[in-house]
């Protein structure tokens, strides 16, 4: 499956908007959470358990932290318009502008999603190999720099 901001950045760049879902099961527009992780985690987390064979064990990659659909949306737009020169918007601006707009809600099994890190882990569900892990506006910046700049998968 294509990433949340993989989905936002190709919608704002055709349409100058990103499209999200309006409220529901006691959330409100765009508030559904979950928790998102960075692919650079991933895969640091993945280069390091091949450099050190001798971990084992199933790793919950996820930061622990859900973050909303709005979160996500505005660091995606605001990461466009920062490498056009264009200062950040809040949330309420963008919706006053029609570049976030909600959409109806299709049910599914999940409305919030927050991983449980293991225990033993660095906060981030993985063996302590990075002091920290990005949160979503830093990611989601990085994310979106590298699909401009040609360097990025579908992830």
């Given at each position: ?31 559904q ?47 466009c ?14 919706v ?19 991983a ?18 990005l949160?979503v ?19």
């Open positions: 499956m294509a990433s949340v901001a993989w989905h936002f950045f190709n919608q704002y760049r055709a349409e100058g908007r990103v499209k999200l879902f309006e409220g529901s099961g006691g959330y409100a527009a765009g508030e959470k979950r928790d998102f992780v960075s692919i650079e985690d991933v895969v640091r987390v993945n280069l390091d358990i091949l450099d050190h064979p001798q971990r084992s064990g199933v790793f919950n990659l996820g930061t622990g932290r859900a973050a909303t659909f709005n979160e996500v949306a505005v660091a995606t737009i605001n990461a318009r920062a490498a056009g020169g264009e200062p950040a918007l809040a949330l309420p601006e963008l006053a502008a029609g570049t976030i707009t909600y959409v109806p809600f299709r049910p599914r099994s999940w409305a919030s999603t927050r449980t890190p293991r225990p033993t882990s660095d906060g981030c569900g993985r063996p302590a190999i990075a002091p920290r892990c949160g506006e830093e990611g989601v910046g990085r994310y979106v720099a590298a699909l401009l700049a040609g360097t990025s998968v579908n992830a």
